[in-house]
T-cell receptor, first 112, second 111 residues
Framework: EAQVTQNPRYLITVTGKKLTVTCSQN?????MSWYRQDPGLGLRQIYY???????DKGDVPEGYKVSRKEKRNFPLILESPSPNQTSLYFC???????????FGQGTRLTVV | GIQVEQSPPDLILQEGANSTLRCNFS?????LQWFHQNPWGQLINLFY???GTKQNGRLSATTVATERYSLLYISSSQTTDSGVYFC?????????????FGQGTELSVKP
């Protein structure tokens, strides 16, 4: 089944403890991205990648890192999480720009 | 940048009723999608519809790209249709290919 898989679905962590949210797609898509969703602010892009080893900042990249060592995986890394990173996170992939995007199940992160 | 506006912001329906959700966008786009965010937070693809009309069961969508709007029709609504409906347009290469989302229409279907 074609899908985007994120893990974990739920995570509660403490300030400053490094964490990684994994994202994997099985559709051989070139383009992958991360979004965060916050009440009143909607969905905003954090980082995106157009190909292996090619990543770039979205609208809200501060406090996040990403890597794209393989086409299928695009992990989101929070080196030192803070409470303002409490949010619902989505990974998405598409064949290329302006093609149909598929979203993962979401990761609900709480930083205390 | 491109602005995306959805209406209405909230909608309450009785089960079995029909509804139309609207999405206006401020510039020409090559990509428009409709999503349903269910009460568990998952974003479900409904339609990829840069132009034209598509139907999937009780749902259908129409995009008139030249007039910069899209419509999502829900017929014979069910309680499982409740949630938030988003339209999103592609920002293009100079915006990193991001999707620009509207603020959503929150639909509640009562039994």
């Amino acid at each position: 089944e074609a899908q985007v898989t994120q893990n974990p679905r739920y995570l509660i962590t403490v300030t400053g403890k490094k964490l990684t949210v994994t994202c994997s797609q099985n559709m051989n898509h070139e383009y992958m991205s991360w979004y965060r969703q916050d009440p009143g602010l909607g969905l905003r892009q954090i980082y995106y990648s157009m190909n292996v080893e090619v990543t770039d900042k979205g609208d809200v990249p501060e406090g996040y890192k990403v890597s794209r060592k393989e086409k299928r995986n695009f992990p989101l890394i929070l080196e030192s999480p803070s409470p303002n990173q409490t949010s619902l996170y989505f990974c998405a992939s598409s064949l290329w720009l302006n093609t149909e995007a598929f979203f993962g199940q979401g990761t609900r992160l709480t930083v205390v | 940048g491109i602005q995306v506006e959805q209406s209405p912001p909230d909608l309450i329906l009785q089960e079995g009723a029909n509804s139309t959700l609207r999405c206006n966008f401020s510039d020409s786009v090559n990509n428009l999608q409709w999503f349903h965010q269910n009460p568990w937070g998952q974003l479900i693809n409904l339609f990829y519809i840069p132009s034209g009309t598509k139907q999937n069961g009780r749902l259908s969508a129409t995009t008139v790209a030249t007039e910069r709007y899209s419509l999502l029709y829900i017929s014979s609504s069910q309680t499982t249709d409740s949630g938030v409906y988003f339209c999103a347009v592609g920002g293009g290469y100079n915006q990193g290919g991001k999707l620009i989302f509207g603020q959503g229409t929150e639909l509640s279907v009562k039994p």
